[in-house]
């Protein structure tokens, strides 16, 4: 039987290649950034290491902001934290 491929991803923040259900998807889509749990949202998307210590590194030097090219609000990281506790 043939095996199933697994999607890879990489996090934007440590550069490391890891299967896309190990990640957590952020979403820019029409200028409204979300976390996008399903992983199918419309929009230009990035994926974060599921770590809070990852998730606090992209906080402190704003790589979501550089990626999206716009300010991130606080409340996006905490939505991630919350999904990763």
């Given at each position: 039987?043939?095996e199933k491929?697994?999607?890879?991803?990489?996090?934007?923040?440590?550069?490391?290649?890891?299967?896309?259900?190990?990640?957590?998807?952020?979403?820019?889509?029409?200028?409204?950034?979300?976390?996008?749990?399903?992983?199918?949202?419309?929009?230009k998307?990035?994926?974060?290491?599921?770590?809070?210590?990852?998730?606090?590194?992209?906080?402190?030097?704003?790589?979501?902001?550089r990626?999206?090219?716009?300010?991130i609000?606080?409340?996006?990281?905490?939505?991630?934290?919350?999904?990763?506790?």
């Amino acid at each position: 039987m043939k095996e199933k491929k697994v999607p890879m991803r990489m996090c934007v923040v440590t550069h490391e290649k890891f299967p896309k259900r190990e990640l957590i998807r952020v979403v820019s889509f029409n200028g409204e950034i979300s976390v996008d749990e399903t992983g199918k949202k419309n929009g230009k998307g990035c994926y974060l290491k599921k770590d809070i210590s990852v998730i606090e590194e992209a906080k402190k030097k704003k790589i979501l902001n550089r990626v999206f090219s716009c300010e991130i609000d606080e409340k996006i990281y905490d939505e991630i934290i919350k999904l990763i506790n």
